[in-house]
């Protein structure tokens, strides 16, 4: 019986540990949100209270591939594009505040929809040429616009496919 309670007692210190600690790798920041306020983590090991949430962004330019079907009152538009972006460090709270976390399901996806809405009807792919190419350049443009003062900073974009039918 008292092997059994250490066990018990070893397994429950080994699960609280598992969930106190996190790690933030190399090119990311980790935002500590615990109710306090966030609090920015540096890339390590980190100590954290138990049911705290740990949202981590890139620092360093790393690949969002975004895949779309945007199906609205305006028409139907469809997209497969890949972006290259990183986060700002400095602003990686306020974006975290800001966007609770899903700063590409609420920030950057509206804009690459917005954008190919203003495109108009038309689609492409991308051994296509000049449709994605031109597609590319806007959306680098419009998140460089929109999402810059969130600390967002866009390297490139390549638009692979697009199927853009709006009701007119």
């Given amino acids: 019986m008292k092997k059994i309670v ?27 949100d615990t109710g306090d306020g966030p609090k920015l983590l540096e890339r390590g090991l980190h100590l954290r209270p138990p049911l705290a949430e740990v949202t981590f962004y890139p620092i360093r330019c790393r690949e969002i591939h975004l895949t779309t079907v945007d199906e609205g009152v305006h028409g139907r538009i469809e997209f497969d594009v890949v972006l290259l972006l990183s ?37 492409g792919d991308w051994g296509d040429g000049i449709g994605s190419e031109k597609a590319a350049e806007g959306i680098v443009g419009r998140i460089f616009s929109e999402a810059a003062p969130h600390g967002v900073d866009i390297a490139g974009a390549r638009v692979r496919s697009f199927d853009v039918r709006l009701i007119e």
């Fill in 6 to 32: 250490i066990l018990v007692a070893a397994c429950l210190v080994i699960a609280l540990v598992y969930i106190s600690v996190t790690y933030v790798h190399l090119g990311y920041v980790g935002v500590l």
């Fill in 87 to 123: 986060i700002s460090r400095d602003k990686a709270i306020h974006l975290h505040e800001t966007y609770e976390g899903a700063y590409v399901e609420r920030l950057i996806s509206p804009l690459v929809i917005e954008h190919f809405r203003m495109l108009g009807n038309g689609s």
